[in-house]
């Protein structure tokens, strides 16, 4: 697949997650025509518990 220029910048970005965000890692991603699809991993503790975690399913 061939990105578009916006494209290269969403890919960019995403890999770029890890230098400004501690405790995530980044698993699957793709880039849609208009969108883009990716997992981060949340690892360690939270200090704020009214966080909740949710599942999101499209």
């Given at each position: 697949?061939?990105?578009?220029q916006?494209?290269?910048?969403?890919?960019?970005?995403?890999?770029?997650?890890?230098?400004?965000?501690?405790?995530?890692?980044?698993?699957?991603?793709?880039?849609?025509?208009?969108?883009?699809?990716?997992?981060?991993?949340?690892?360690?503790?939270?200090?704020?518990?009214?966080?909740?975690?949710?599942?999101?399913?499209?």
């Amino acid at each position: 697949m061939q990105l578009s220029q916006i494209g290269v910048i969403a890919d960019i970005l995403w890999h770029e997650i890890k230098n400004h965000a501690k405790n995530v890692d980044l698993d699957a991603f793709v880039v849609m025509p208009n969108h883009i699809h990716g997992i981060l991993i949340l690892n360690g503790e939270n200090n704020n518990h009214n966080i909740k975690k949710t599942t999101i399913i499209p």
